[in-house]
């Protein structure tokens, strides 16, 4: 026996030192590859990043927005963690016969624990192979390596249980309360003598090993990475949730060589900066992002969770290429894969070093699908941030490439050269005033004039100050100001765009220049407040002009709206006897958390009955207008606002409200093609309490 157990130790030793070396190999590796990026800057915010940690991987809050997916995973999460005090009692047993872990009198209690832990895993194992090969759900993949981590996880814990089973016949040990599960299958192996228990024990044991030791080995060049790579991406997650990181486009100090190769944004897997990188192996390939993505949802060729992974495999190969480091161990297992022929072979290094990024890996019309609306970064579990990756790679294509869609490029054009999107006089964005001459809307120029002074800047957008629709809106806010005794002024002819199509369709440059223009009107005029109806202007305001030298307190309309009717300012009187329901903005809600306020406003007005959409809030859906493709033409698949009209009309309501500009206009649209625009209205959160609060007997707008 003795014999036996020191050429045990001797070959434990031996395939645990080499385990531990294949997994240091990859991790190093995988490193290495991130290391080729840009060097990312970290603000030092420990505490929040640390309790954005307890929360969303100890909490797996986001996981647990799919009830069943998120149970299975808390299962196996803590299972798998308070599973490993009864692996280190079994490697002790096997290694030390007759000895375990020295809890003494509690040692009973922790048995019986781990049987409870090692039960509920199974139990876990067999409901996610369920949901993923019986039920089938659409946004899981279903071959061999996606179901091999399920083998490990039952393979460990069958093994567990059985070598626990044979360890009591060797050792005589009688059944027992502490190990229901392995008394009984000592029972059902009553018949084998001590020695044969002793053969089975030590075969269950080298399997549990192996298993353990190989499922170590794996999950790093998996998409099991996540395991390491989720929580450090989760701590190093962006502050202000779709914030953009700003370019410098400062050239002086760079020589003619250096111009000659300039390039802006990411066109190259080695542009994106580091944290980005971890995205791509924290991606735990489990679809959420794709099953809420608006432009997957209806049959764009957009998947975020595709991006994912296809950049995560071309850094791959491309590292191993640059480096010459292998990406995949044992190397000689993974002898045809194209990381280990990119490290071993000029020429196959040189083949994926020519690849390029947008083009043979991302295509154009997969970045020219995403609205921007970040549910797919809402729904990740892991905080991958798709859009910034996406807008990287777009600011590539329109500032290096000098390409973009055709409708998007006139917008632009008009953006910059008449401050609006349709090439409208500058001069006549002002005349929205002329609309109801009975509503007080001064410019902060003609309050000059008078020595006045105001609050807040009204800023009324493009969309108040020219289309037609929105304009209502606009009349309507500013009414009820005027009713609630707010001191406020618009710029008029002299307001200009808030540069946010700008900036999410990849020209950043404009975007910059129409910040720096803004920011000295704000200046000029002492703004310290800015209140908008677009959700848009209020974000990049609010998030991203910051980073330019302006702050403000920055306000959507509803949220001042919400603290004028809590202060009594404000005071709905009119019965709304309708059925309505509320559509949110992402850029107001998902970008910044507002959805109560809209809400409180609504149910505040008499009569009107709130109902909710079985995609609401925190999941609610893109009306398709995000991203610059307001100013597009959809032309494949089905149209987005018509899907999120149709989700509305499920509800049965006869109005459905919003909060944006944007999204009012796409929903108007929906109900038209939906050819319903005749019973049910589309009205701004703004319109409905003017009704409310003036008592007019003015019919839905449709």
């Known amino acids: 026996m003795d014999t036996f157990l020191i050429i045990n130790w001797i070959a434990f030793l031996a395939v645990t030192g080499y385990a531990i070396f294949l997994f240091a190999k990859v991790i190093t590796t995988r490193i290495a590859y991130i290391r080729l990026g840009k060097k990312s800057e970290f603000d030092g915010e420990i505490k929040l990043r640390i309790q954005r940690i307890i929360k969303n991987v100890f909490g797996q809050s986001k996981l647990l927005k799919d009830k069943k997916s998120g149970t299975i995973h808390v299962m196996m999460f803590y299972g798998f963690i308070l599973v490993q005090f009864g692996a280190i009692d079994m490697f002790i047993k096997g290694l030390s016969p007759g000895n375990h872990l020295p809890f003494g009198m509690f040692y009973p209690g922790f048995v019986f624990f781990q049987e409870l832990v090692t039960l509920m895993i199974l139990v876990a194992v067999v409901w996610a192979f369920y949901r993923r090969y019986m039920e089938k759900l659409v946004r899981l993949k279903r071959g061999f390596k996606a179901g091999l981590v399920l083998i490990f996880i039952g393979t460990l ?65 998996s998409k099991h990475a996540h395991l390491i790579a989720a929580p450090i991406n989760v701590f190093l997650s962006k502050q202000v949730p779709g914030k953009l990181e700003k370019l410098d486009f400062d050239l002086e100090d760079m020589d003619e060589e250096s111009e000659e190769e300039i390039a802006f944004g990411v066109g190259k897997v080695e542009d994106f900066k580091q944290h980005q990188m971890i995205d791509f192996y924290a991606c735990v390939e489990c679809g959420r992002c794709t099953d809420v993505c608006p432009a997957a949802g209806t049959g764009k060729m957009l998947s ?20 010459g480091k292998s990406a995949w161990v044992p190397s000689y297992a993974f002898a045809g894969t194209a990381g280990n022929q990119a490290s071993a072979s000029k020429e196959a290094a040189a083949s994926v070093q020519s690849m390029s990024l947008i083009g043979d890996v991302i295509t154009e019309e997969e970045l020219s699908g995403c609205t921007t609306c970040r549910n797919c970064e809402d729904a990740c579990p892991v905080n991958n941030e798709h859009v910034g990756t996406i807008i990287d790679m777009r600011r590539y294509l329109v500032m290096t490439e000098g390409k973009m869609d055709s409708d998007i490029q006139r917008a632009v054009m008009n953006i910059e050269r008449q401050g609006n999107p349709w090439g409208l006089s500058k001069k006549d964005r002002i005349k929205w005033r002329d609309e109801d001459e009975s509503v007080y809307i001064p410019t902060v120029k003609e309050l000059k004039k008078e020595d006045k002074s105001f609050e807040y800047l009204f800023w009324v957008s493009s969309m108040g ?58 200046t000029k005029n002492e703004v310290t407040k800015i209140v908008t109806i677009d959700p848009h202007a209020y974000n990049i305001f609010k998030n991203e002009y910051p980073d330019f ?68 809030r925190e999941n609610g859906m893109c009306c398709g207008a995000g991203g610059g493709l307001m100013w597009t033409e959809e032309t494949t698949g089905n149209r987005i606002n018509v899907a999120r009209t149709e989700q509305a009309l499920q509800v049965q309501p006869s109005i459905i409200s919003s909060a944006c500009p944007y999204c009012l206009t796409m929903l108007s649209d929906g109900t038209k093609a939906k050819e319903v625009e005749e019973d049910i209205g589309t009205m701004d959160v703004a319109e409905i309490l003017a009704l409310s609060v003036f008592e007019q007997n003015e019919e839905k707008t449709a």
Not at 465 to 490: E, H, P, T, W
Request: net charge neutral; charged share 20%; aromatic share 10%.
């Open 465 to 522: 100050s020219f289309d037609s629709r929105s304009q209502k809106i606009a009349l309507s806010f500013a009414k009820l100001m005027n009713q609630a005794g707010v001191s406020f002024a618009i710029l008029g002819n002299t307001e200009a765009n808030s540069g946010d199509t700008a900036r999410r369709i990849g020209n950043e440059f404009l975007f910059q220049e129409i910040a720096e223009k803004n920011i000295k009107q704000f």
């Open 157 to 221: 814990m069958v093994s567990v249980l059985f070598g626990n089973g044979m360890a009591m016949i060797w050792h005589g040990h009688e059944v027992t309360w502490a190990e229901p599960v392995a008394s009984v299958i000592a029972g059902l192996f009553g018949g084998v003598s001590a020695g044969t228990a002793m053969v089975l024990f030590y075969i269950a044991w080298w399997v549990h090993t192996v298993t353990l030791l190989s499922f170590l080995v794996y999950v790093p060049q």
């Open 549 to 616: 030298g302006f702050k403000a307190e920055v306000y959507h309309h509803t949220q001042l709206l919400y603290d004028l009717i809590m202060s009594g300012k404000l005071k709905p009187q009119k019965a709304i006897n309708e059925r309505l329901t509320y559509h949110d903005s992402c850029y107001l809600g998902r970008y910044n958390g507002v959805y109560d306020p809209p809400r409180e406003i609504l149910k505040a007005i008499p009569g009107l009955e709130l109902v909710e959409m079985d995609r609401s």
């Open 304 to 323: 975020p969770m595709d991006i994912m992974i296809k950049v995560r495999d071309h850094l791959t190969e491309k590292g191993a290429a640059v480096t």
